[in-house]
């Protein structure tokens, strides 16, 4: 029953999510990295300001409609609603391991779930580029004998840390 306090953990819809098989069990959960969001949100707050700053000074008569106080306040309040979508989709993408299975979820409204079966991973591979390998983020290839051949899990925070969980749960998915 969902809401109910057990052995001190709550269990709710946000817990567990509904797309696990009933023996199935969540070893690790991740966002792609921070910077994934930060960085092109700090781009558009600073174009915004640059845009507040240079609209101070005097325009030429022949470009005066551009300065109407609406045009800008649509203007801002776009630049808002683009860095809202912004976190809301990195925020709904969603990598899992579980004890059985790989499984990217991403989706504001429509959901699109992939999933990879542990039986059926052939190679794990993780790749950085300069900026990921300082501030800590990568991609994780993974490789499968399945349909969709292989899933890359971009931007993972860690992703030598998630590779090592994947293998540990793979040894331990086939020694059962």
């Given amino acids: ?16 999510p509904s797309f696990l098989l009933p023996e199935e069990r969540v070893i690790f959960k991740t966002n792609p990295h921070w910077l994934c969001v930060i960085f092109p949100e700090v781009c558009l707050a600073f174009s915004g300001m640059i845009l507040l700053s240079y609209l101070s000074y005097p325009i030429p008569e022949q470009f005066f409609f551009l300065y109407s ?24 993408i969603r990598y899992y391991l579980t004890n059985m299975r790989l499984i990217e979820k991403r989706g504001i409204i429509g959901k699109r779930v992939v999933n990879i079966w542990l039986q059926n991973v052939q190679d794990v591979t993780c790749q950085f580029g300069i900026l990921g390998r300082i501030f800590g ?12 051949g292989k899933i890359i899990f971009s931007f993972l925070p860690a992703p030598k840390r998630l590779r090592q969980k994947i ?9 059962l």
Avoid at 1 to 8: D, E, F, L, P, V
Avoid at 167 to 175: G, T, V
């Fill in 167 to 175: 293998e540990e749960a793979i040894l331990e998915f086939r020694h």
């Fill in 137 to 148: 983020f990568g991609d994780l290839e993974i490789e499968s004998a399945g349909t969709y």
């Fill in 1 to 16: 029953m969902k809401g109910i306090i057990r052995n001190r953990v709550i269990l709710s819809f946000f817990i567990c």
């Fill in 69 to 92: 106080p609406w045009l800008l306040i649509f203007f801002e309040m776009s630049l808002v609603f683009i860095m809202i979508v912004l976190y809301f989709q990195w925020f709904c």
